[in-house]
């Protein structure tokens, strides 16, 4: 999801830092974004930043396509397998995200 959706103009990545979005409205706005990311053609939806378990659960969830995921502190490859991430990534060392 970081590409930018072309009917909107607006990144789809809302858990990164530095978008503006507040923390309490980061799942909202992501599922908004992602489903506008499908109906433009996505195959699938890569919310990065997404650390919280509840957050990728919701995700997967409410988007009903393959999300992919980042490995972290709350999710491991285990944790991801179960909530039904479809793809994964380590997080670097270091990122800021």
Known sequence: MEDTDHRTGELVDAFLGDRG????????????????????????????????????????????????GNVGEELDLAALRELGVARSAPVVSGDSR
């Open 21 to 68: 979005i507040q923390e309490p409205e980061r799942v909202a706005e992501a599922i908004r974004r992602g489903r506008l990311y499908r109906e433009a053609g996505a195959d699938c939806v890569y919310p990065i930043g997404v650390r919280r378990r509840d957050d990728i659960a919701a995700l997967v969830s409410e988007l009903a396509c393959p999300v992919n």
